[in-house]
């Protein structure tokens, strides 16, 4: 059963001190190369939400749409056997090991890693981001969706970290803006996850590498 995590509320400010938090619940360590007097109170580094649903307890998709108003950082310290992501709207740069990528709208990635090699991000500002990720978690193979999808997909990662990007096809950067019009109020997206999994875990399946 899909559960709705609201990380955080319709378009609130997000402060340093907020996303440090976040990062303490998900194993992110978060950087704001704009701070630079940590005494003083904690900036406000973004404005909007963000969105989490667990479809099942192996497959998670978070949605953010933010206005970011000062440029931070961010590295992955949990592992993640799978880890994608498509920008809706504006551009980061991502890094894994020696790999680094400009990406902007259209573009997706990708990625397995773990403690030792972390994912990281870094989100310019100012511009307005929108984000819509898919984790899988510690598991081998994605759910089953009855007579949807009888047969679970194989997705064991591989036994280095990898990152690959791609560019979306513009028909699923139309489906995925039809499924988030919506903007996942909290009575409705429980619901539109169950009805999207089978969607996610094929286009999951097929954009591992």
Known sequence: MATLGPITPSCVPLTTHDLLAIGQRFGIDYRFPEASDRSQPAPCVARGRVMDVEIDPTLRVTHSDLDVLHAYASTSRRAAPWFLSVILEGHIQVGLGHQSFQLQAGDAFSAHFNEQTGLEVFQPAPQRLRILN????????????????????????????????????????????????????????????????????SWVACRLP
């Open 134 to 201: 898919v984790s899988l978690l510690a598991c081998k193979e994605l759910p089953s969706f009855s007579s949807i999808n009888p047969s679970p997909i194989d997705v064991a990662p591989p036994a280095t970290p990898v990152l690959h990007t791609w560019q979306v096809p513009q028909f699923l950067i139309h489906s995925l803006e039809a499924a988030l019009a919506s903007n996942w109020p909290v009575e409705t997206a429980p619901a539109m996850a169950r009805s999207r999994a089978p969607v996610i875990s």
